[in-house]
């Protein structure tokens, strides 16, 4: 027997390759190309009938429901786009409305009023890029929500605008005549704009600052019964300041039907079938539109459903254009491509702006913790812990940025949007791939600058029709959020006292008009000051919040009632329990 005296080679370790920092990328394009060359990439299992099928009475109801498209998932191109297109005209006309009613007020030309449509959906594009992309600044701190929370110009902005506006004709910044039996006629005035622009951009900070306060204490300061009755009054109020005016044949000076001047008819003596206002036509033209709504809520596919505000326009737009209603010159004067900062405005601060703007921040920093919330809700993520206190400091930061660079867009401040969460909801599908080509469509409408155009020549009662709903719509949120409050005995003085303000400013708009008429003398300064307490005092919405939020912190907490039922007092203890219990699981998952 032989002795081996050498010991057997070591068999060395197989060579791992290092990676390399250009991995990721190619994984990404491999990805890509996957994506875009594979039926499964474009189509994927989504149902496209049960997205494109009527509700009919007489058809037979599939319940079955597509499946849910989460955050991140992997999203069919087709589905991505789908879905983008109808979040994109889901918001369309909330979108439109706001630069069309400031031009509207302030007397514009034409090809400016084109351009403030455009830079609004350029400008919403942007900041819902944003918001949905949410990027990391430092420690727990991000900018942007991470969830489909698009940004659209705001609701409040336009009720306080049209508060400065008449301010500002009224101590002579902008030009007005006055006609020999009283009327008197507005002259343009795109100054007032770009001192709105330039007083909401240096007001945004307020907003900014309110984003790293915790948002426990920012739900403390305005619980429900504070941001319901403030989204109540600010759908409630334009409804009555531009809704039905429109509705009628216009909301600016031809709303007063005076018998002579260019605005003895509606829109215009220049329009193409110019009518006093209310006549039957306007009402029927509007209440076509309104109808239209109705009908496809009930017999739409969920597509159209998405998109009902849109198709109550075009069926509108229809036969308003069949009938001589509308013009084309807006469309023809409107340039074929267009970009921001085509036409600028000269930024300014009118000081008795700067209060009503403060609190218009105030107010979309609450409208965003609502709106994020639910946006979490249909999106199936947790609404509470940090996660979740996270995405509420983002959306605000978000929204307060948004508010900083809107200006320099040549847009008034921008928001989150609560109707997109329908579109979720209804869709299934709460992807971000969904929300990125929903902003790639809303600026490539904002480039066309034909689709501003013919916005820009939808008649008045056609979009009063539309405004209308949208605005109620609005004005429905609100009650929604205070259905969630408990409506105790303190609840209801608040809400009481609130409305009081609130309702009574949208009844009767100059009540505090004349306010300080009688002090004698006021320096330039002291004018300022009264002026801004003019503004919020007659802006309802403003008002009510302000009696709101005071009260919310002055009057105590009422003590939880005491149940002398044993059994229900160990039932409601064990509630308690499970909802501890539940709590700590939540914290522990995350």
């Not at 009224?170 to 009327?183: E, L």
């Not at 949120?477 to 809400?495: C, P, W």
Request: hydrophobic share 45%.
């Amino acid at each position: 027997m032989l002795a081996v005296d050498s010991q057997p080679e070591a068999i060395p370790p197989p060579e791992v390759p290092k990676p390399s920092r250009f991995d990721g990328v190619k994984n990404k394009f491999a990805h890509i190309k996957e994506k875009v060359t594979t039926r499964e990439g474009w189509v994927g299992d989504y149902d496209y009938a049960w997205l494109c099928m009527p509700t009919l009475p007489f058809m037979k109801k599939d319940r079955r429901l597509p499946p849910f498209y989460a955050l991140n998932d992997d999203l069919p191109l087709l589905v991505a786009i789908t879905s983008g297109l109808q979040h994109a005209l889901a918001m369309l006309a909330g979108l439109i409305t706001p630069p069309i009613i400031f031009a509207s007020a302030l007397n514009l030309d034409a090809p400016t009023s084109a351009y403030m449509i455009s830079a609004s959906l350029i400008g919403c594009g942007i900041m819902s890029f944003v918001q949905i992309s949410r990027f990391h600044l430092f420690k727990n701190y991000y900018i942007g929500t991470g969830l489909i929370t698009v940004v659209g110009t705001s609701f409040a902005t336009l009720s306080t605008a049209n508060a400065i506006f008449n301010a500002m004709y009224r101590d002579g910044t902008c030009p007005s005549i006055t006609a020999v039996d009283g009327t008197i006629t507005r002259g343009a005035c795109p100054d007032a704009y770009g001192k709105v622009l330039g007083t909401s951009l240096i007001c945004s900070f307020l907003e900014i600052g309110m984003s790293f306060v915790s948002p426990r204490m920012l739900k403390r300061l305005f619980p429900p019964i504070v941001t319901g009755t403030v989204i109540l009054m600010i759908g409630a109020s334009l409804i009555g300041e531009s809704g039905i005016a429109n509705w009628g044949g216009g909301s600016n000076d031809c709303k007063n039907r005076p018998e002579t001047g260019i605005f003895a008819l509606c829109p215009t003596i220049f329009a193409p079938r110019p009518l006093p206002w209310g006549s039957a036509e306007f009402i029927g033209l509007g209440f076509l539109s309104f109808s239209t709504i109705l009908l496809v809520e009930r017999f739409g596919s969920p597509f159209m459903r998405n998109i009902s505000i849109i198709c109550g326009l075009v069926v509108g737009c229809i036969v308003s254009g069949a009938t001589g209603y509308m013009s084309s010159s807006t469309i023809k004067s409107a340039p074929a491509i267009t970009f921001l900062w085509v036409h600028t405005f000269k930024l300014g601060v009118y000081p008795p702006a700067i209060l009503p703007m403060l609190a218009v921040y105030v107010s979309l920093a609450m409208e965003a913790i609502g709106d994020i919330t639910a946006s979490a809700e249909v999106s199936h993520q947790p609404v509470v812990g940090d996660v979740f206190d996270s995405r509420i400091q983002g959306g605000v930061l978000g929204d307060g940025v948004s508010g900083f660079f809107s200006a320099l867009f040549t847009v008034t401040p921008l928001s989150t949007f609560a109707q997109n969460n329908g579109v979720i909801a209804i869709t299934r599908c709460a992807n971000r791939g969904a929300g990125r080509w929903c902003c790639f469509f809303l600026i490539l409408f904002g480039v066309i600058g034909k689709i501003a155009g013919v916005f820009l020549a939808i008649p008045n009662s056609v979009l009063g029709g539309v405004t209308t709903f949208l605005f109620a719509n609005v004005a429905v949120s609100g009650v929604r959020v205070l259905a969630t409050t408990g409506f105790q005995r303190r609840d209801r003085f608040i809400l009481a006292a609130a409305m009081a303000f609130g309702v009574g400013n949208l009844l009767k708009h100059d009540t505090f008009t004349y306010l300080f008429e009688r002090v004698p003398n006021p320096n330039k300064g002291l004018q300022g000051l009264f002026d801004s307490i003019t503004i919020v005092l007659s802006t309802p919405f403003l008002s009510a919040g302000v009696v709101a939020t005071l009260l919310n912190l002055i009057l105590p907490q009422e003590p939880v009632e005491s149940n002398e039922d044993d059994e229900t007092s160990s039932n409601v203890e064990k509630v308690e329990h499970d909802v501890e219990s539940q709590d700590e699981k939540d914290s522990k998952k995350l």
